[in-house]
């Protein structure tokens, strides 16, 4: 019996996701004029209704549009267009969720290699102005300390600001390119530090980078983000199930 010729199965056509679509639909509302420079974007649960999708891809589509320098999202302050670019915004597949435990590693890899240069350069070149600016990303932080959500956004303000200290812009697109993945982290670390007592010892470890910042003590200053990231990966370790 002649052996069955199998059925041409062609290949699924690549389909954007939700939040690059979403990303993609923005960046045309400010090329147009809908939204200018300067002008702040409706809330995330607002957009969210407006599309007709869920909170979690317009949080997607903002951190693309982040990533790609158009808009500059802040806790208390909204998301604001920041420029206009005709180039669509870039968005790679690896910058959504972090699946498994060996991509959360290798996040957190890219995490501390990127943030020891911000914190180095930091120490080293941060001006007193930009010393208050980093204490009041934490006093952000710590008036939010009974809203996780509202934490979790102030702390990867924390951050980000960190690495526009640093002077380095391309550290700086980095950090924003891993965005997303960072805050589904740090969401999930700050649930649990908040359900376990310990969100005043994470607060407390952002106060130390600053205050070793301030004296151009790196030493002190690294050892506060490493206490930090610490506490977040056996947080995380939990999560992903190792104990």
């Known amino acids: 019996m002649p052996a069955r010729t199998p059925p041409a199965i062609r290949p699924l056509q690549k389909r954007p996701s939700i939040g690059a679509d979403i990303a993609a639909r923005l960046q045309g509302m400010i090329n147009d004029g809908t939204f200018k420079p300067g002008d702040r974007l409706p809330g995330?649960?607002?957009?969210?209704?407006?599309?007709?999708?869920?909170?979690?891809?317009v949080r997607e589509a903002i951190s693309?549009?982040?990533?790609?320098?158009?808009?500059?999202?802040?806790?208390?302050?909204?998301?604001?267009?920041?420029?206009?670019?005709?180039?669509?915004p870039t968005f790679d597949g690896w910058l959504g969720a972090v699946g498994d435990?060996?991509?959360?590693?290798?996040?957190?890899?890219?995490?501390?290699?990127?943030?020891?240069?911000?914190?180095?350069?930091?120490t080293a070149l941060a001006t007193p102005a930009q010393v208050a600016r980093l204490r009041e990303a934490v006093g952000a932080m710590g008036a939010?300390?009974?809203?996780?959500?509202?934490?979790?956004?102030?702390?990867?303000?924390?951050?980000?600001?960190?690495?526009?200290v640093a002077g380095n812009r391309v550290v700086t697109r980095l950090m924003r390119a891993i965005q997303r993945?960072?805050?589904?982290?740090?969401?999930?670390?700050?649930?649990?530090?908040?359900?376990?007592?310990?969100?005043?010892?994470?607060?407390?470890t952002h106060g130390r980078i600053v205050d070793g910042i301030e004296r151009r003590d790196l030493e002190a200053a690294q050892r506060g983000f490493d206490d930090?990231?610490?506490i977040s990966l056996a947080l995380n370790w939990i999560e992903f199930g190792g104990g």
Do not use: C
């Open 44 to 57: 995330q649960r607002e957009l969210a209704q407006q599309f007709g999708t869920s909170l979690a891809g």
């Open 228 to 230: 930090m990231l610490a």
């Open 101 to 122: 435990e060996q991509e959360f590693e290798e996040l957190m890899q890219a995490r501390r290699i990127l943030e020891a240069f911000s914190i180095s350069q930091a």
């Open 144 to 164: 939010q300390m009974h809203n996780p959500d509202a934490y979790a956004e102030a702390d990867m303000h924390f951050h980000l600001l960190l690495s526009e």
């Open 181 to 204: 993945p960072m805050m589904e982290q740090l969401r999930r670390s700050i649930a649990h530090l908040k359900a376990s007592g310990q969100l005043e010892e994470n607060l407390a």
């Open 64 to 88: 693309v549009l982040t990533a790609a320098g158009l808009v500059d999202a802040r806790p208390g302050r909204g998301t604001v267009v920041s420029s206009v670019g005709g180039a669509a």
